[in-house]
């Protein structure tokens, strides 16, 4: 069985390429320049969604940055935070999926690059460029003339009051480094704390009507995903064929799909809103007897399927219960072909099945973002609400041959509904052994997989003989290692605090457990996901 350690690295090479200063292989998400319409001098911005590449920032969060003729030696017309008005102007440019203004499909690299004008400032007020990661990590242009990093406070470089400055940073979440350019000459690569794109924000934080700051001229690229990793569903029933008042259109078709594949039972219909949710979801319910059922078919035995099967699966999704009956819930059901489910209660409770252990609650009206992972090679499935690690525990997942979105009610007094469903499938095992990881006879595992402070590392090998532990990046580099005595039946375990060799937190990323016995060479992927 060849590791995934082999296509992750070429993904990482791929993305380190894509990273070496150029944008060839990129997918230009934002091209914003305010001397361009729709802007307008002395206005705001204006802010608002649709496909690549936008023209126009998501949102302004507070102030009121303003497109100006010229600030100083930029004449271009450049969007200008500060403008004679109290500070905190911040606008955002969305990119998560999840987001109701990002993309639809999150990127392991992404590359952004504009001109900043620091054109004045008073004492103890600064300029941030923040990236949410969701972990947020900052550039910040200071009053003293530095350009510093938050978290970790180290300077990276100076700029002069009143000369623009070229900024270009890429971000590789595979790699879990971030790369920064000032004026074209590098001046900054370390590690990126966070494992995935939400959005990036511009901030004026000032209190005075003296700060003049500028931006112009911004471009944000996204990466390629990497090899063997595809979108197999990307359903949002705002978009054709899907219409208000009917059924989901179903069907079959290449992914990415933009249709389920069966209504199973009842009518589940397009809605033009369900409470919060305003973007034309799927209603469950709707007013008529439950038990609705929406199925996406993935099994490459089924003639519905996809022709390829995958080590991993990553469903994400919206859903939300507007109001329930007693006894009602809604359901987000894997088939393995042992049945898992995320179950919404009519008690207010998100359950798992098998085992029907709460791992959270939801508010009636309230969208929850809901991410699972369903880990077909090694049992484990991980669940996430609203980005936060809700549950990780094994799974008799032999293969995901479908997964099917349900509500389970007696009566017509009940609504939920759900929408912006996507699948990927992640990695594909092959027949042949890989020298490079599984050279011999034996098992490791790792638990919890993916863990945010550390994990297990347990192994079995035929012989008892002394064994080197070892962490490396998907890149080769090992950084961290311990050497264990085995027990007599070759059998040995020890504890990894998600820490490098010095001491410190390594960021969210992908990384290989590796056990070295004799000639032996057995390895596990591992994900840390820091919170």
Partial sequence: ???????????????????????????????????????????????????????????????????????????????????GTTGYDQIEFAVDPAHSGGFPIAYNAYRVEMNVLIEAYVTSDLFKILFDCPTVNNIAFRDDGTIRLFPTGETIGTFTFGVPLLLEVELDFIAGEWTIWLDGSPVHTGPLTGYQLRAFRMNLNGLHVDNKVAIDELRVYGGELPPQTKLLYDVDFATPPHTVGNLPVIGTAPAPRKTPTTVVFGDPTVVAALGALAEQPCAFGNGTTGYDQLKFHVDPSQPQGFPEAYDVYLLSL????????????????????????????????????????SIGQYAFGVPVHVQVVMDVRNDQWT?????????????????????????????????????????????????????????????LTAYPNPTSDGAWIRWETP???????????????????????????????????????????????????????GS????????????
């Fill in 1 to 83: 069985m060849r590791s995934k350690l082999h296509w992750l690295m070429m993904a990482g090479a791929a993305l380190l390429m894509i990273a070496g200063h150029a944008t060839a292989d990129m997918i230009l998400l934002y091209d914003v320049d305010f001397s361009t319409p729709p802007h307008t001098v002395g206005n705001l911005p204006v802010t608002g969604t649709g496909p690549a590449p936008r023209k126009i920032p998501t949102s302004i969060w507070f102030g009121d940055p303003t497109v100006v003729v010229q600030l100083g030696a930029m004449n271009d017309q450049p969007c200008a935070f500060g403008n």
């Fill in 318 to 357: 919206v859903a939300m219960v507007d109001y329930f009956g007693s006894s009602d819930e809604f359901e987000i059901i894997l088939d393995c072909p042992t049945v898992h489910k995320v179950r919404f209660k009519h008690d207010g409770t998100i359950q798992v099945y098998p085992g029907g252990q």
């Fill in 383 to 443: 669940i996430w609400l609203n980005g936060n690690q809700a549950y990780v525990g094994p799974a008799a997942a032999e293969m995901l041959r479908a997964f099917r979105l349900q509500l389970d009610g007696t009566g017509v007094s009940h609504a939920a509904a759900a929408d912006e469903v996507r699948l990927w499938g992640i990695g594909q095992t092959a027949d042949i052994g890989d020298p490079g990881l599984l050279a011999g006879a034996g098992s």
């Fill in 463 to 517: 012989f008892a003989t002394p064994v080197q532990a070892e962490i490396l990046t998907i890149t080769g580099r090992r950084v961290w290692s311990r050497a264990v005595t085995t027990s007599s039946t070759g059998i040995g375990e020890i504890r990894w605090d998600a820490k490098d060799a010095s001491g410190q937190q390594l960021p969210s990323g992908v990384y290989f457990a590796r056990v070295r016995a």
């Fill in 520 to 531: 032996n060479l057995l390895g596990r992927q591992m994900i840390v996901l820091r919170r």
